[in-house]
């Protein structure tokens, strides 16, 4: 998708034609207009009843790889549409008719002639009646971090060399005939959410069924933690104080440890010198995204309360772990960052400290670059001729890596109404603002056009974190006085400083206590700037814990 200048009429002129083809198209079904399409079937043995989910068919020239496994934002061409109901047997088509919609072509029509390989993908839905009375179709993952094109139950189709030329009337036929089977073996009368790793002798795997998410969700829903112990525990009755750390689905073992000490970590944590301590990663991948961001939403559920009233507790309960404030603090970068100063914020009576590295946007006046508050648009800075394209990640140079509205419409091929999985922007969407009257999440923005809705806006302030300490400091300010930590680069590739920025600003002006803030920033640090390693962070946290 080319950069683009729009003056404000033109771009108003294009959300409008392509506002009535999203109108026209929105339940998924139309004739087909009888030119280039794809003929999709989902055999018997394969289903044995409808299925509802979001169908997509994926074009590549290369056959380096699977074409499912090729879609990115910079990736190849990949076309999607809501589908409901499917009965086995019975072909759907997906072309260039109504709610159809693609990335980085939004049509069929705009494929240019040629030989390519092509593959169908079916991201199976669950219906949801959950007990805010709503009830909305997502998929729900199962130990693959919400990542559609790799999760258990969804559908693939083998990969056909073809010809495709959208002027000419095709029908190319795909039959969806895999299914994907999850990674770790699922025990007897057990569930594939939040995987099955298995156990060692230092990396413990806990799950257990959340009573106030399955309450929520109208279903059975997990959540786990890894588990990784110091050396000597089975030889000790000690109790270990604990680092708990959050960020997008974690891979089965903290800080990739391994039995065999084959990399630097692992070698440094069984050292004699080494401190004592557990650390705990979290499992919480959920219908909208591969975390939850930790905290109680309206969309997905109480997982703030969820994490620290049943799964923190069970593994008090479980392991040797010091169960006060002063033997717990919490860590995290990017997502993980944000997590964990929400976490210190909304709950700040369990924890001793956090130390937050790059966090996502704390202050919505730089939600990366928009002002969800004032701005009129999120893709584009406007004036009265001209158009410019908000850029939503640099290079630490400087340049433009992809735009808003590119990353946006990325999302909106993947998945309508917030469901991409993969996104983003949607699941702050749906972790930061209310329900929509759909039951799905409110759009903040427009997801076309880039038009921001700003009583949308207004209802994220309780999420805006810079907001919630000020609003509260009186309460909060004599438990996090001393104990918040956060760094990010001054070029950070998502324009996070920002509101790090902003946060600092009031946390400078505090009284009753002052907020004594350690906040640091790196000179032409990117993304995953921090100011010391690993072995120092652990060290500085376990050296925090005390009575």
């Given at each position: 998708m080319?950069?683009?200048l729009?003056s404000?009429?033109?771009i108003?002129a294009?959300?409008a034609?392509?506002l009535?083809?999203?109108a026209?198209g929105?339940?998924?079904?139309?004739?087909?207009?009888?030119?280039?399409?794809?003929?999709?079937t989902?055999p018997?043995?394969?289903?044995s009843?409808p299925?509802?989910?979001?169908?997509?068919?994926i074009?590549?020239?290369?056959?380096?790889?699977?074409?499912?496994f090729?879609i990115?934002?910079t990736g190849?061409?990949f076309?999607?549409?809501?589908?409901?109901?499917v009965?086995?047997?019975?072909?759907?088509?997906?072309?260039?008719g109504?709610g159809?919609?693609?990335?980085?072509?939004?049509?069929l029509?705009?494929?240019?002639a040629g030989?390519?390989?092509?593959?169908?993908?079916?991201?199976?839905?669950?219906?949801?009646?959950?007990?805010?009375?709503?009830?909305?179709w997502?998929?729900l993952?199962?130990?693959?971090?919400q990542?559609?094109?790799?999760?258990?139950g969804n559908l693939?189709s083998?990969?056909?060399r073809?010809?495709?030329?959208p002027?000419?009337?095709?029908?190319?036929r795909?039959?969806l005939?895999?299914?994907?089977e999850?990674e770790?073996?699922?025990?007897p009368?057990g569930?594939?959410?939040?995987?099955?790793?298995?156990?060692?002798v230092?990396?413990?795997?806990l799950k257990i069924r959340?009573?106030l998410?399955?309450?929520f969700?109208g279903r059975?829903?997990?959540?786990?933690?890894?588990?990784?112990?110091p050396e000597?525990?089975?030889?000790?009755a000690?109790?270990?104080?604990?680092?708990y750390?959050?960020?997008?689905y974690?891979?089965?073992?903290?800080?990739?440890?391994?039995?065999d000490?084959?990399n630097a970590?692992?070698?440094?944590w069984v050292?004699?010198d080494?401190p004592?301590?557990?650390v705990v990663?979290m499992?919480h991948?959920?219908?909208?995204?591969?975390?939850s961001?930790?905290?109680?939403s309206?969309?997905?559920?109480?997982?703030?309360?969820?994490i620290?009233?049943?799964?923190?507790?069970?593994?008090?309960?479980?392991?040797?772990t010091v169960?006060e404030?002063?033997?717990?603090?919490l860590?995290?970068?990017?997502t993980g960052?944000?997590e964990v100063?929400?976490q210190?914020?909304?709950?700040?009576?369990?924890?001793?400290?956090?130390?937050?590295?790059?966090?996502?946007?704390?202050?919505f006046?730089?939600?990366q670059?928009?002002n969800?508050?004032?701005?009129?648009?999120?893709?584009?800075?406007?004036?009265?001729?001209?158009?410019v394209p908000?850029p939503?990640?640099?290079?630490?140079?400087?340049?433009?890596?992809?735009t808003?509205?590119?990353e946006n419409?990325?999302?909106?091929?993947l998945?309508?109404?917030g469901?991409?999985g993969?996104?983003?922007?949607?699941?702050?969407?749906a972790?930061?603002g209310?329900?929509?009257a759909?039951?799905?999440?409110?759009?903040i923005?427009?997801?076309?056009?880039?038009?921001?809705?700003h009583?949308?806006?207004e209802?994220?302030?309780?999420m805006d974190l810079?907001?919630?300490l000020?609003?509260?400091?009186?309460?909060?300010?004599?438990?996090?006085?001393g104990?918040l930590?956060v760094f990010?680069g001054?070029?950070d590739n998502?324009f996070?400083?920002n509101?790090?920025?902003?946060?600092?600003?009031y946390?400078?002006t505090?009284s009753?206590?002052?907020?004594?803030?350690?906040?640091?920033?790196?000179?032409?640090?990117?993304?995953s700037w921090?100011?010391?390693d690993?072995?120092?962070?652990l060290?500085n946290m376990?050296d925090?814990m005390?009575?």
């Open positions: 080319r950069t683009r729009l404000v009429l033109a108003t294009l959300a034609v392509v009535v083809g999203l026209a929105a339940s998924g079904s139309g004739p087909d207009d009888r030119s280039l399409s794809f003929k999709i989902i018997s043995g394969v289903a009843a299925l509802t989910g979001r169908a997509y068919v074009v590549t020239r290369s056959d380096a790889d699977e074409p499912r090729q990115d934002t190849v061409p076309f999607g549409k809501d589908v409901s109901a009965r086995p047997g019975v072909p759907f088509t997906l072309g260039s109504p159809v919609y693609g990335y980085p072509v939004t049509s029509r705009q494929l240019p030989d390519y390989f092509v593959q169908a993908f079916f991201n199976v839905y669950t219906k949801f009646d959950r007990s805010d009375g709503s009830v909305v997502l998929h993952p199962g130990g693959d971090g990542d559609p094109f790799t999760s258990p693939y083998a990969v056909k073809v010809h495709l030329d002027a000419r009337a095709a029908n190319v795909l039959v005939d895999q299914v994907i999850p770790d073996p699922v025990p009368g569930t594939s959410q939040q995987g099955n790793p298995p156990d060692s230092h990396v413990k795997h959340s009573e998410l399955s309450a969700w059975p829903i997990y959540i786990a933690a890894n588990v990784l112990l000597g525990y089975e030889a000790s000690d109790r270990y104080p604990v680092v750390q959050h960020g997008h974690p891979g089965p073992s903290p800080y990739s440890f391994r039995e000490l084959g970590f692992s070698k440094w050292k004699p080494t004592r301590m557990i990663t499992r991948e959920n219908p909208y995204y591969d975390d961001y930790a905290v109680n309206a969309n997905l559920g109480p997982y703030g309360d969820a620290t009233q049943e799964l923190i507790p069970a593994i008090d309960a479980t392991y040797r169960a404030r002063w033997g717990r603090t860590t995290g970068g990017s960052g944000w100063l929400a210190m914020i909304f709950y700040p009576q369990l924890y001793q400290g956090v130390w937050v590295f790059s966090p996502d946007p704390v202050d006046r730089f939600h670059l928009v969800v508050y004032e701005d009129a648009n999120a893709y584009f800075n406007q004036s009265e001729w001209v158009g908000r939503a990640s640099r290079s630490i140079s400087g340049d433009t890596r992809l808003m509205e590119q419409h990325f999302e909106l091929a998945g309508t109404s469901r991409s993969w996104g983003q922007w949607d699941i702050w969407q972790v930061y209310p329900q929509g759909d039951g799905y999440p409110a759009p923005w427009d997801k076309q056009t880039g038009a921001i809705d009583a949308v806006a209802a994220w302030r309780p810079r907001i919630r000020q609003d509260d400091w009186a309460t909060l300010g004599p438990q996090l006085a104990r930590h990010a001054d070029d998502y996070l400083n509101a790090v920025e902003l946060l600092e600003q946390l400078l505090t009753g206590p002052a907020a004594d803030a350690d906040i640091q920033y790196g000179p032409n640090g990117g993304h921090r100011p010391y690993t072995y120092t962070l060290t376990y925090a005390h009575p």
